[in-house]
């Protein structure tokens, strides 16, 4: 079964411009997660959809980012426009629906490096 | 204060030590706890669960002290291959959500 997938692995643009980062799931995953690991500093949560819906979006960091999964599978993660800080490498992770059963373990893709010159 | 704390290391250890790693965390909402294990320039991978009751898979033990909101990770017998980054992780649930919270992380480098 094919794990998570994101694309493009790496991303170099220059500041104020816009770079758009794509996660696939694991297929049948309702659950999916973005996450971010600034240089230096850990790995944090940015949002999770559930399906075609935003569960939680408190980890954003401001409105220049916007995330989207359109019909519940694939997600794209918008970066418009990019600030130097915004360099790092941006997760996605995807879990199966978690109902009343609590956690699912959430499954990461490759990560997309990017770098905002 | 971090909502994860660890030490970042690095653990420099001969094949064959034990080596233990520890990491406290400041929610105490906090419910679920894991170890994740993270290769350089790749994904971090769910190593095990946490419980208050210990988990022990192979080489590896788990432990969760919540009355300490102190989490503690084992390995025995280190090989190569257990070179990676180790990565205190907990969750809080809120709204459906179950983000995690990762700590910085804990390199261990196993020398032969």
């Known amino acids: 079964e094919a794990g998570v997938t994101q694309f493009p692995s790496h991303s170099v643009i220059e500041k104020g411009q816009t770079v758009t980062l794509r996660c696939d799931p694991i297929?049948?995953?309702?659950?999916l997660y973005w996450y971010r690991r600034v240089m230096g500093k850990e790995i944090k949560f940015l949002l999770h959809?559930?399906?075609?819906?935003?569960?939680?979006e408190s980890g954003m960091p401001n409105n220049r980012f916007l995330a989207e999964r359109t019909g519940g599978t694939y997600s794209t993660l918008k970066v418009q426009p990019a600030e130097l800080e915004d360099s790092g490498v941006y997760f996605c992770?995807?879990?199966?629906?978690?109902?009343?059963?609590?956690?699912?373990?959430?499954?990461f893709g490759p990560g997309t490096r990017l770098t905002v010159l | 204060r971090k909502e994860v704390e660890q030490d970042p290391g690095p653990f420099n250890v001969p094949e064959g030590a034990t080596v233990a790693f520890n990491c406290t965390y400041s929610?105490?909402?906090?419910?679920?706890f894991f170890w994740y294990r993270q290769d350089c320039r790749k994904e971090p991978k769910l190593l095990m669960s946490?419980?208050?009751s210990g988990n022990e898979d192979g080489r590896f033990t788990a432990q969760l002290n919540r009355a300490s909101q102190y989490i503690s990770l084992l390995i025995r017998d280190s090989k190569l291959s257990d070179s990676a980054t180790y990565l205190c992780?907990?969750?809080?649930?809120?709204?459906?959500?179950?983000?995690?919270?990762f700590g910085k992380g804990t390199k261990l480098s196993v020398i032969p």
């Open positions: 992770a995807s879990s199966q629906f978690t109902g009343t059963s609590g956690y699912n373990e959430q499954f």
């Open positions: 297929s049948g995953h309702d659950n």
């Open positions: 959809f559930v399906k075609e819906s935003k569960q939680d």
């Open positions: 929610n105490s909402a906090s419910q679920s």
């Open positions: 946490v419980y208050s």
């Open positions: 992780v907990a969750t809080q649930p809120g709204a459906g959500s179950y983000q995690l919270t």
